[in-house]
């Protein structure tokens, strides 16, 4: 489904000359392969609206593509919320782990790997640059039982890593506490049955727009008052 998002910063990054791909909704996923004995850590684009075009099936180099987070994701807290060190009333931005059909709709997968050549794949988060230098990021899931699983979060220095399974993927709340250009160093490693460690490292980028248009917080698993983190 073709999205188009009517937003003026968009706009301006689309007339840009030398403009980074623009991934403004649908279904994505930073994917690991495995080509000539070492990762290859990528944008996968299974649905996704990529500078206005619906894309399935086509990979992009990370570094190319700006996941642009708009005014769909902005969120005011009816209750505090640690993992983002926001208090009632903040005001965040969230991709969530269910689908919008407006927003992105992004993930992490192993697929591309075999479970017969592989065991557990990590992703690890590195250093995460804010638009002003003191925002907070962070990544979590929903449990069975209402309560959230923390996965990765900058104010919580435990929550640093996930794995996956080979042959996996999966979807993951993305949250933000400002406006403007993130960047989220991301390490992937896992071990090959017979090719040994292997890892790499990508620069995921960001772009949370403002708007006017504040939506109330719900159904993104945040009442829960139990943070698990399970790896």
């Not at 706009?11 to 623009?22: G, Q, Y």
């Amino acid at each position: 489904m073709k999205t188009t998002i009517p937003t003026l910063a968009i706009a301006a990054l689309l007339a840009s000359p030398a403009h980074s791909a623009l991934y403004t909704s649908g279904h994505a996923d930073y994917g690991i392969g495995y080509e000539n004995g070492d990762f290859h850590f990528h944008f996968h684009a299974e649905g996704a609206t990529v500078d206005g075009i619906e894309r399935d099936d086509e990979e992009f180099d990370i570094p190319d593509v700006i996941t642009v987070v708009s005014s769909g994701a902005m969120l005011s807290l009816p209750i505090d919320f640690a993992p983002l060190g926001a208090q009632t009333g903040d005001i965040i931005w969230v991709l969530p782990e269910v689908e919008n059909m407006t927003l992105p709709f992004l993930g992490l997968a192993t697929e591309e790997l075999s479970t017969s050549e592989w065991g557990d794949i990590t992703f690890s988060l590195g250093a995460v640059t804010s638009p002003s230098g003191n925002g907070e990021f962070a990544l979590w899931q929903s449990g069975s039982l209402g309560d959230l699983l923390l996965r990765m979060s900058t104010s919580d220095p435990s929550a640093d890593a996930l794995t996956l399974l080979p042959g996996s993927h999966a979807h993951y709340n993305y949250g933000f506490t400002e406006a403007g250009i993130w960047q989220i160093e991301m390490t992937v490693s896992g071990t090959h049955v017979t090719d040994g460690f292997k890892s790499a490292t990508e620069t995921l980028t960001f772009h949370v727009i403002p708007e006017p248009s504040v939506f109330l917080l719900g159904g993104l698993g945040l009442a829960g008052l139990v943070l698990r983190r399970r790896r």
